[in-house]
């Protein structure tokens, strides 16, 4: 530390630059805290939007008419035991259907007769292999051909020209080989043909193994219905069935509204608003202080819930249904016997109060989270502001640090400067008073 002493004064250059340096840095101070308001209401808006986003999801359930025909399915079989499954969609029907199921579809299949003692040694013919799937087919020359490749040019022709066909080999035991054709789909209609020019089939011994079969179902023991595969698309309107196993009886299948599904996409719903109400509520005390656009939204988002779809209906209001907000609180409400008793008395309406579009409340709330929450939506805007001015704050400060210290540096040289004189003006003056004692007849006194 530099220091120097003026009539018995020590003063502290260091300590004198360091408070000056204060004062002066009192404008990179403003910039630092505006850049810590900056992202405190970044984060905030960071908060803002997630809860906005939460309460868009709440919706997704609401806000079209297809959520509302939604299907729970049961059967009588036990989970473990079951001969089939079933998919419904919109265009299913509440009901129940007596299901048995007679078949399963199978592919077909030929294969050797007689085992080959090995896969590698070459079959004495000079005859071609010809399969058919019934639209395309292939062409092999087995002369000379081990049972391996055999199997490998079957596979390679099938997939070079498209015939539904596939070559495997099965070992039964040791030197006990047979060469499988399995066609590639299953139904009557699959079926494959063999035949040879020459006496390829004898020699590999190829018999028909499995006959093609198509899958059969018979709904409530009057109506069967085939498919050459084990799944029934719309095997009963808006139904579809995936066979699992031939049944030893009919079982009973169970088609009905998801009510309890719709129930709590609704409890979901009043929940992410109570959650995105209490987030602004604790935004306007920290992070978004006196920010209008907090207000606006959730004004926005009551007029909604507010107003009346318009339509000619049982219910028109949220209220209507059990939907209420609470005068003290500002939160939402669910009164669920209250729903139970719209619910039985006209599902219909309650679908075209929340996802009608254009005037369901769901459809209209879902386009507005889409004006606060898309690419060029208010919060976005909002953000990128944000962001702008903490990269100009940032500038602003990376400027005034530099300014600051070559001001610092000039103070340091200046008092630096002055340490040197006074320096020297000590050393001259205690020389001087050296001198002056030494001189006859001089007293201090």
Do not use: C, W
């Not at 035991?173 to 054709?181: E, I, R």
Request: glycine share 6%.
């Amino acid at each position: 530390m530099a220091s120097l002493s003026l009539g018995g004064v020590n003063l502290d250059v260091q300590g004198l630059v360091s408070q000056l340096m204060e004062v002066e840095s009192t404008p990179l101070f403003r910039l630092q805290a505006k850049e810590n308001e900056y992202e405190s209401q970044l984060s905030a808006f960071g908060r803002l939007k997630s809860a906005l986003s939460a309460f868009q999801t709440s919706m997704s359930n609401l806000s079209s008419l297809d959520k509302f025909e939604t299907y729970k399915v049961s059967t009588s079989e036990s989970e473990t035991d079951q001969s089939f499954t079933a998919r419904v969609d919109s265009e299913a029907a509440s009901g129940t259907f007596s299901i048995e199921v007679l078949n399963l579809a199978r592919a077909n299949k030929f294969g050797s007769t007689t085992a080959f003692t090995d896969t590698t040694s070459p079959i004495a013919t000079t005859a071609n292999l010809d399969i058919s799937d019934g639209t395309d087919s292939l062409s092999i020359d087995i002369n000379g051909k081990s049972l391996s490749e055999i199997r490998d040019a079957i596979n390679t022709a099938a997939s070079t020209d498209g015939v539904g066909v596939s070559a495997s080999i099965i070992k039964q035991g040791d030197n006990a080989y047979q060469l499988v054709l399995t066609a590639s789909e299953t139904g009557a209609a699959n079926q494959i043909a063999v035949s040879s020019t020459g006496d390829a089939v004898t020699q590999l011994n190829l018999t028909e193994k499995q006959t093609a079969l198509d899958a059969s179902v018979k709904i409530d023991n009057a109506y069967t219905i085939s498919s050459a595969t084990n799944s029934i698309d719309n095997a009963i309107s808006g139904i579809s069935l995936d066979l699992l196993k031939t049944s030893s009886s009919a079982a009973d299948l169970k088609i009905e509204k998801d009510i309890d599904g719709v129930k709590e996409s609704m409890g979901n719903f009043v929940s992410a608003f109570n959650t995105l109400h209490s987030t602004i509520k604790a935004l306007k005390e920290s992070g978004l202080e006196g920010d209008s656009s907090l207000n606006s939204i959730l004004s926005s988002i009551r007029n909604e819930f507010n107003s009346s779809t318009g339509l000619t209906s049982s219910f028109n209001f949220l209220s209507e249904i059990g939907i209420t907000s609470n005068a003290k609180t500002g939160d939402l409400e669910l009164d669920s016997s209250k729903l139970d008793d719209a619910i039985s008395l006209d599902y219909e309406a309650i679908s075209q109060l929340f996802a009608n579009n254009d005037q369901g409340i769901a459809f209209r709330l879902e386009a507005r989270m889409d004006d606060y929450l898309s690419f060029d939506g208010l919060i976005t805007t909002r953000e990128e502001g944000l962001r702008s001015r903490i990269d100009y704050n940032e500038d602003a400060q990376a400027r005034m640090e530099y300014r600051l210290g070559l001001i610092e540096a000039r103070y340091l040289k200046q008092f630096s400067a002055l340490d040197a004189i006074i320096s020297q003006s000590n050393a001259t003056s205690s020389y001087l008073t050296q001198q002056l004692a030494n001189l006859p007849g001089f007293s201090s006194k």
